[in-house]
């Protein structure tokens, strides 16, 4: 019976911890608590988005700001988890910060949007006709007296000028009209702005100057493009700017299909989003059908008119429909964002990422093919040049790999590209304390010494400096990890893991290896 | 199998050689620097990054040329887009950047939906039949200008501050000395890797602070392992001129440093030769960094050393000298 030893013992902790953290890998049908314990493969290497969202919290006191982050953080996961990714990753980062990762996504737009729509639902009344005309003069006039402030504007402004300067005929120096309304023209039923001048409407609407140059209780909205026909005029919409229904009114929303017999061609065989409303907002939306009977209203989705059907009687029950011309998964994602509620503060992208699955599934193959290529002419060399220390070597280095993979597992790491490339350097440098072992080793086998007390000797004496040379790098691994952000950390991680695998390696795995197999008896040659 | 058994190279005798090649290349490093400046990645700038793959699915139709793309960019908008190849021309991978407008905030966003549009209409028969969003984007990078700098102060701040934690510990286990001339070497090292970088144009990504940052591990631990057996040595050999001792711990420590700098070695050229386009520059990075490291740890670390000693003995002589005279 040999007598117990720590290095033995730990020698056995390690294997376990390493075949544990493994197994699931190669091992199917593993109980659940145990299988759980996966590699996950970044972004890089699996393709998906990334997307860092900054929360703007400058409408919001610092108690609310807080609680806003948070609350935005279980509505971005709801509606995640509702779109179907597995496995996604949303972290808060510093104060106002949100990262998202939704790895294996391919329809990032759509995800995109989901994830950003503030989703402010609103009802409101559309202005009659001679109100609406009414409301758009005044702007006109107003955005005329103060061209100054809207650059864009002014430069469309001069180009009519200089036209206009052109014509035969005396006394029309100048245009009939203002500038703003030049950009909108009369349809059939509505006003509409032309596909080259949108981009410019849209930035108009939403800058708050403008907002100041529309007479109080009115407000400018577009109708949603057509995402069908990207090219096509959108509808612009004069509304009342009270708040008749908001989305804290609405009980749930649901995806329906149009029959093909509806005589309406907006829903007729087509997607289309079918709300409840609460008790109270039934009652709200029976009194504001009641009061405007032939008016239309328009159903307002972050300040984007969805639909503006008209009301044709007093509607009770609290049911409405918002159609628009969805694709069904347009539809879907519209039901989603409206169910999960609005973002209390909102929230626009500081950086995105996105990776095609293809490249990563090419990385996976070409940095593992470099790892094994890499690993193979290392082992080869090792055996060649060391004999029997060497395949001791090569065997501990195939274990030091295990080791690193089962350690990022059990601490929920992610294996990146960077980090692939990391462990294929491990590989290189994880030999150095072989090395550095065997060239001491050698020595004291000059000197004359039997190969156990050469082994004894080059051991105490090389591992000072396998403690001094790995120790100064794990500081670097700890610092780095401390201050560092996002892909740095996790070079650490992978850093610090390789570090303290390959010195167990070699100063205690390998140590017995040799004390087991090779000094055995009286050994008289050390083949190394 | 042995190479390099008892050598003895005066390596500190050749330290003026040293000193000249490695502030040759230095200086060209710093002008690479200074000129050229450095090439950030959109990770660490802000903008737009988009790597695209071009190559049809049907093999009759026209390969798509650079300057097709750089025509559809120009025309649309972005005349200052940079598009450079990926790969070999065949692949028909192109890597488009288009750095932020400074003014416009949040314009990146529309810039991104935009170029993918742009291509997915210009190029119809390149397209058709593949997956836009698996295939043919092959990644899309979007930085804010606010987060670009910020990732880039934090990582030029971590690695800072971990040298300076790496000088106390040297400074603890051996001599200040020791660890300021460890950190020099470091610092000679980066700085070449960077002007190489520098002076051909090629992108500082998060893969290569990655690869800078292993660098300066693998560099000072090679450091130090002289360090430790000039230590040793001088317990023994009190008598010996320090020179001497170092130069005969570079030599005892030297089949070791050559022996690491190979297995090293052969792993990042693995990497450089079969790891792939993404690995590409990463691992171009490493080879350089390993035999830079291994260089500055033979030839100018410990030399330093010898040199500053010597200063600092004359310094002190001359003091006596001084205190003598009174």
């Known amino acids: 019976m040999k007598k117990f030893s720590w290095r033995g013992l730990s020698i056995i902790i390690f294997i376990c911890i390493t075949a544990f953290y493994l197994a699931p890998m190669a091992i199917p049908n593993l109980p659940e608590w145990w299988a759980k314990h996966k590699l996950k493969l970044g972004l890089d290497l699996r393709g998906g988005m990334q997307i860092l969202l900054e929360v703007d919290t400058s409408a919001l006191s610092a108690a609310d700001a807080r609680g806003a982050v948070d609350q935005n953080i279980k509505i971005i996961r709801e509606r995640i988890d509702q779109f179907g990714v597995a496995e996604p990753s949303i972290q808060k980062l510093g104060d106002n910060r949100i990262m998202v990762q939704l790895p294996g996504v391919s329809d990032f737009e759509a995800a995109e949007n989901l994830i950003q729509q503030t989703a402010m639902l609103e009802f409101k009344v559309v202005a009659q006709s001679d109100e609406a005309k009414r409301v758009l003069d005044i702007i006109d006039s107003n955005i005329s007296a103060n061209l100054d402030k809207f650059p864009a504007l002014a430069e469309l402004d001069k180009l009519d000028k200089d036209i206009m300067a052109d014509s035969d005929t005396l006394g029309i120096s100048s245009p009939s009209s203002g500038v703003f309304s030049s950009l909108i023209r009369l349809g059939e039923m509505d006003y509409e702005v032309q596909y080259d001048s949108i981009r410019l409407m849209q930035d108009l609407v939403a800058d708050s100057l403008f907002q100041q140059m529309v007479p109080a209780g009115w407000q400018i909205s577009l109708e949603r493009a057509d995402s069908a026909n990207p090219r096509a005029d959108r509808v612009l919409h004069v509304l009342s700017s009270a708040v008749e229904l908001s989305g804290n009114d609405l009980s749930r929303a649901k995806v329906e299909y149009g029959s093909s017999t509806s005589t309406d061609p907006r829903v007729a065989n087509k997607p289309y989003v079918s709300i409840e409303l609460k008790r109270e907002g039934a009652r709200k939306f029976e009194r504001v059908t009641a009061d405007n009977i032939g008016k239309r209203l328009a159903i307002v989705l972050d300040n984007v008119v969805y639909s503006a059907p008209n009301i044709q009687e007093r509607i009770a029950g609290g049911r409405a429909q918002i159609t628009g011309r969805f694709s069904s998964a347009e539809a879907t994602e519209l039901a989603i964002v409206l169910n999960t509620g609005n973002l209390i503060a909102p929230i626009s992208p500081v950086s995105t990422s996105i990776i095609g699955a293809t490249l990563g599934s090419d990385s996976i193959k070409s940095g593992s093919m470099a790892g094994l290529i890499g690993l193979g002419i290392v082992m080869l060399f090792m055996l060649v040049y060391y004999k029997v220390g060497g395949l001791l070597t090569d065997f501990t280095l195939v274990f030091n790999m295990g080791f690193i993979l089962a350690m990022l597992i059990a601490f929920g790491g992610t294996l990146t590209l960077p980090g692939i490339a990391g462990m294929i350097l491990t590989i290189g440098m994880a030999v150095d304390a072989n090395v550095l072992i065997f060239e001491r080793v050698r020595e004291e086998l000059d000197t004359g010494k039997t190969p156990r007390s050469a082994v004894d000797a080059g051991y105490n004496r090389a591992a000072i400096t396998v403690w001094d040379s790995n120790l100064t790098t794990l500081i670097a691994a700890a610092v780095l990890f401390q201050f560092g952000t996002g892909p740095v950390r996790g070079f650490a991680v992978t850093l610090a893991i390789g570090i303290v695998g390959s010195m167990f390696c070699a100063l205690v795995f390998l140590r017995s290896l040799f004390d087991t197999f090779v000094l055995t008896g009286s050994t008289k040659k050390l083949s190394i | ?326």
Not at chain 2, 105 to 110: C, E, P, Q, R
Not at chain 2, 147 to 154: A, D, I, K, S
Not at chain 2, 223 to 252: G, Q, S
Not at chain 2, 255 to 274: D, E, G, H, K, V
């Open chain 2, 1 to 326: 199998m042995r190479f390099l058994t008892k050598t003895n190279i005066p390596f500190i005798r050749m330290r003026k050689i040293a000193y000249t090649i490695s502030i040759i290349v230095i200086l060209a490093s710093l002008i690479g620097l200074f000129v050229r400046g450095l090439n950030w990645s959109i990770e660490f700038s802000s903008g737009v990054a988009a790597k695209v793959n071009l190559k049809a699915a049907s093999a009759s139709v026209e390969p798509v040329q650079i300057d097709d793309l750089r025509n559809v960019l120009k025309i649309n908008g972005y005349p200052e887009a940079e598009i450079q190849h990926v790969g070999s021309v065949e692949d028909a991978t192109f890597m488009i950047k288009i750095k932020s407008r400074q003014s416009e905030d949040g314009a990146a966003t529309d810039t991104k939906t935009e170029i993918i549009d742009l291509i997915n209409e210009n190029f119809p028969e390149h397209v058709v039949g593949r997956d836009l969003n698996r295939d043919v984007i092959a990644e899309i990078y979007e930085v804010g200008p606010k987060v670009g700098g910020e990732l880039r102060t934090n990582a030029l701040m971590a690695i800072g501050i971990s040298l300076i934690f790496m000088i106390i510990f040297i400074w603890f286990r051996f001599e200040l000395i020791f660890g300021i001339m460890a950190i020099v070497a470091l610092a000679h090292d980066v700085l070449i890797v960077i002007g190489v970088f520098a002076l051909t144009g090629k992108e500082i990504s998060v893969q290569i602070i990655a690869a800078l940052l292993t660098i300066v591990g693998y560099s000072i631990n090679d450091t130090i392992v002289i360090f430790d057996r000039v230590r040793e040595d001088l317990k023994i050999r009190r008598k010996d001129p320090l020179e001497v001792i170092i130069n005969d711990a570079i030599n005892e420590t030297l089949s070791r440093t050559i022996i690491t700098a190979l297995t090293t070695f052969i792993a990042t050229l693995s990497l450089y030769l079969f790891g792939g386009q993404v690995l590409h520059d990463f691992a171009l990075a490493m080879c350089i960094g390993v035999v830079v490291g291994t260089y500055s740890t033979i030839f100018v670390a410990s030399s330093l050393i010898v040199d500053f000693t010597k200063l600092a003995h004359k310094e002190k002589k001359a003091a006596q000298k001084l205190s003598k005279r009174k």
